[in-house]
């Protein structure tokens, strides 16, 4: 698969075969690989989530970012199911169909889960661990992760829940709401987000948590980030991933909400690049 360049960086990558699911794959820069795993809200994909980030590492990495089962361009077979262990097994895939022996490995929100269980799972094939506002632990579901899984299409709807996301409302524009609401309501992507976290929604946040004496047992140097004023992913989550892994750090950006990546996109992306290449 040949990496593409930071000015030709777009949505739709390459197409790779992993288990037969045709995903859509992000590629840049060379070097000691790095995975990005996006979060799970309405119109997201891997370059929605990761625009900012993956420039900033392909200087020095090779920075893999793809569409998760159900989610952006990855194909979604009539009547697929989507599980945790279903999500996890397909990153495996990824890795072994790009023949990687070992990764970084970076989730955001419901991506941390996933990256947590991966890391948990296959620890021999991870290198450095980076869980940013994760999913992962039991917390009681908040007001605005109840209202982003409910997500349904309709006029102003997009706008209405965007605002949990961010503690600089200004990052919010209309067209920014209108290509995110223009990706969430494209054929079949409604149908397979709404599988994905009926009611009760808790249901899916203890689904996901990680007994904690599995996640005790994660060898790898974690960095973990959160923004103090996240709506979506309480604090508290980060700070017990904090209390269980025995190499985990963490760092905090003040006045920030759920969009590290996007809200401190500079000061995340030094961040991120001391941690991997320190």
Request: charged letters at 20%; hydrophobic letters at 45%.
């Amino acid at each position: 698969m040949t990496a593409q360049s930071d000015v030709e960086l777009t949505e739709i990558g390459t197409a790779l075969l992993v288990d037969g699911l045709s995903t859509n794959v992000i590629e840049a820069g060379s070097g000691s690989p790095v995975l990005l795993l996006h979060g799970s809200g309405p119109g997201v994909s891997a370059y929605a989530n990761w625009r900012l980030t993956i420039p900033a590492l392909a200087a020095t990495h090779r920075v893999i970012a793809f569409d998760q089962p159900g989610f952006g361009f990855t194909e979604r077979p009539s009547g697929a199911s989507y599980t945790v262990d279903g999500w996890t097994k397909h990153v495996l895939g990824v890795v072994d169909a790009l023949g990687l022996d070992k990764v970084d490995l970076v989730g955001n929100s419901f991506g941390g889960a996933i990256a947590l269980r991966f890391a948990a799972a296959h620890p021999e094939r991870v290198r450095r661990l980076v869980l940013m506002g994760s999913v992962g632990v039991p917390f009681t579901i908040t007001r605005a992760l109840d209202e982003v899984w409910g997500y349904e299409p309709g006029p102003g709807r997009m706008r209405a829940i965007m605002h949990y996301f961010a503690y600089d409302q200004s990052l919010l524009s209309d067209e920014l709401a209108a290509v995110r609401e223009r990706a969430a309501s494209a054929p079949g992507v409604q149908e397979a987000y709404a599988s994905m976290f009926p009611p009760p929604r808790q249901r899916w946040v203890d689904e996901m948590a990680v007994p904690a004496t599995t996640i005790s047992t994660i060898p790898h140097e974690t960095l973990l980030v959160h923004g103090r004023d996240d709506q979506v992913i309480p604090l508290e989550t980060s700070l017990r991933l904090l209390d269980l892994i025995d190499r985990a750090q963490l760092h905090v950006f003040p006045r920030c909400g759920h969009w590290v990546q996007i809200e401190q996109a500079t000061r995340f992306n030094a961040l991120l690049r001391n941690f991997l290449d320190s």
